[in-house]
């Protein structure tokens, strides 16, 4: 990458744990976009150990780098960068990285030490690709907010990137998680966009009671969901409890069937799932 931009050329960079998809493809897409033809566009692929708690799924995390590399190459990727556990995580390590407040809502409390695990390994990737952009998924909006965070904080010459949701033909986010869901599960599962949906045209015709959109989301998502972890409408920056203003994000993370599904949609700025 240094020699990339020795010669002038930018660097796009999209930090991912592989299994692809095409949410994964759009965000290389973009990451080209932005550096244009002439730029170098790179994908990290590494499943991240620290951001695995210990009843997670690290150890049936799809692994399929072959497959990944080759789906790189159709979204015009010129890097894949996939090292082992050993190379990022050296004997003796001891440091982690901790963007406090906006690790602590949502997803916080449901996986402690998740978003640690990850502010970590992305320093030290944002550290080995140097001065880029660096393209991630809304998917995980509480994900990009703390490393927009994590970026300006450090001071690091990094642009971080926030791409739209992308989703399946049902409306429902893209996921590698998808794939433990069984047909019955999917069917399940495809209200989430349907209530994010419903939430988006409620605050279109004006409603901003924080409790109403949440209410209204949730008392469908129960109608499906084997457990919920939170329904939550926050401050889209700061990811404060929403206080009122003119976007407000509804962020939903549940279970159907063993498998663990987030999303989200910014009322005022997005538009309803479809």
Same mark, same amino acid.
């Given at each position: 990458?240094?020699?990339?931009?020795?010669?002038?050329?930018?660097?796009?960079?999209?930090?991912?744990?592989?299994? $692809?998809?095409?949410?994964?493809?759009? /965000?290389?897409?973009?990451?080209?976009?932005?550096?244009?033809?002439?730029?170098? &566009?790179?994908?990290?692929?590494?499943?991240?150990?620290? !951001?695995?708690?210990?009843?997670?799924?690290?150890?049936?995390?799809?692994? %399929?780098? %072959?497959?990944?590399?080759?789906?790189?190459?159709?979204?015009?990727? #010129?890097?894949?960068?996939?090292?082992?556990?050993? *190379?990022?995580?050296?004997?003796?390590?001891?440091?982690?990285?901790?963007?406090?407040?906006? *690790? %602590?809502? /949502?997803?916080?409390?449901?996986?402690?030490?998740?978003?640690?695990?990850?502010?970590?390994?992305?320093?030290?990737?944002?550290?080995?690709?140097?001065?880029?952009? +660096?393209?991630?998924?809304?998917?995980?909006? =509480? =994900?990009?907010?703390?490393? *927009?965070?994590?970026?300006? #904080?450090?001071?690091?010459?990094?642009?971080?990137?926030?791409?739209?949701?992308?989703?399946?033909?049902?409306?429902?986010?893209?996921?590698?998680?998808?794939?433990?869901?069984?047909?019955?599960?999917? !069917?399940?599962?495809?209200?989430?966009?349907? +209530?994010?949906?419903? +939430?988006?045209?409620?605050?279109?015709?004006?409603?901003?009671?924080? *409790?109403?959109?949440?209410?209204? +989301?949730?008392?469908?998502?129960?109608?499906?969901?084997?457990?919920?972890?939170?329904?939550?409408?926050?401050?889209?920056?700061? $990811?404060?409890?929403?206080?009122?203003?003119?976007?407000? /994000?509804?962020? &939903?993370? /549940?279970?159907?069937?063993?498998?663990? $599904?987030?999303?989200?949609?910014?009322?005022?700025?997005?538009?309803?799932?479809?």
């Amino acid at each position: 990458m240094d020699e990339a931009r020795a010669r002038g050329r930018r660097v796009g960079f999209v930090p991912t744990m592989g299994a $692809l998809h095409e949410g994964h493809l759009t /965000l290389a897409r973009e990451a080209r976009a932005r550096v244009g033809d002439h730029g170098l &566009v790179a994908v990290s692929i590494f499943v991240n150990p620290t !951001q695995f708690g210990p009843n997670e799924d690290f150890s049936k995390y799809p692994r %399929e780098l %072959e497959r990944d590399v080759a789906r790189c190459a159709t979204a015009g990727v #010129d890097v894949v960068f996939a090292p082992d556990a050993a *190379s990022m995580y050296p004997a003796g390590e001891r440091t982690r990285v901790t963007v406090r407040a906006l *690790s %602590e809502p /949502l997803c916080g409390p449901f996986r402690p030490g998740h978003f640690e695990g990850v502010a970590t390994i992305v320093t030290k990737l944002f550290a080995l690709a140097g001065r880029s952009v +660096a393209v991630f998924g809304r998917k995980d909006y =509480q =994900q990009w907010r703390i490393l *927009s965070r994590l970026a300006e #904080d450090l001071m690091l010459p990094v642009e971080v990137v926030g791409v739209r949701t992308v989703r399946e033909k049902d409306g429902l986010a893209m996921s590698s998680r998808n794939r433990y869901l069984s047909d019955e599960d999917r !069917q399940r599962a495809s209200a989430i966009p349907k +209530a994010l949906g419903d +939430a988006a045209r409620a605050w279109e015709r004006g409603e901003r009671d924080a *409790s109403a959109l949440r209410e209204g +989301a949730e008392a469908k998502l129960r109608a499906v969901a084997d457990s919920i972890d939170y329904v939550d409408v926050r401050d889209p920056s700061s $990811l404060e409890p929403y206080a009122g203003g003119d976007r407000a /994000l509804l962020a &939903v993370a /549940l279970r159907v069937g063993n498998t663990r $599904l987030i999303d989200n949609v910014v009322l005022g700025e997005e538009p309803a799932p479809a």
